[in-house]
């Protein structure tokens, strides 16, 4: 084997090795906060947004600070570095991806879940009409 090939396919096993390593290590998995503060990885909680009175936003430090209860009833203190997502009154639930940080759970990613997107019309009785505008006629 020729001596460029031979460095050439340690540079693409090399450049795979850390692409696959680093892909492993920016994984996440479901948990609650719990597990989330035992563990420290970083990980996605669904939660719904309690305690909505003691919300803040910090325009100086660009820390919005607010209350989830995950699917477990464990309730902890989220920061948010930005400000206060403009549909979280709406939504029924979020996922926050992060980790634990002492006392509070320090969010990376807030997603949201709203309701009226999921919405089944054929849940209140009314029967859709069929469109008539393309029948041939």
Request: charged share 25%; hydrophobic share 35%; with cysteine.
């Amino acid at each position: 084997m020729k001596p460029r090939t031979l460095i050439a396919l340690i540079l693409v096993i090399v450049f795979l090795v850390i692409l696959i390593t680093s892909q492993l290590s920016n994984q996440s998995y479901y948990t609650d906060f719990k597990t989330a503060r035992e563990t420290g990885d970083k990980v996605h909680v669904v939660a719904t947004w309690v305690d909505r009175e003691n919300s803040h936003y910090d325009a100086q430090e660009d820390v919005f600070s607010f209350y989830l209860q995950d699917t477990l009833s464990n309730v902890t203190l989220v920061k948010y570095h930005d400000p206060k997502p403009p549909s979280l009154e709406s939504a029924e639930k979020l996922v926050i991806e992060g980790r634990q940080k002492g006392a509070y759970f320090e969010a990376e990613h807030i997603y949201l879940k709203c309701p009226s997107k999921y919405e089944d019309n054929s849940l209140t009785g009314e029967t859709p009409s069929p469109k008539t505008d393309n029948i041939p006629g």
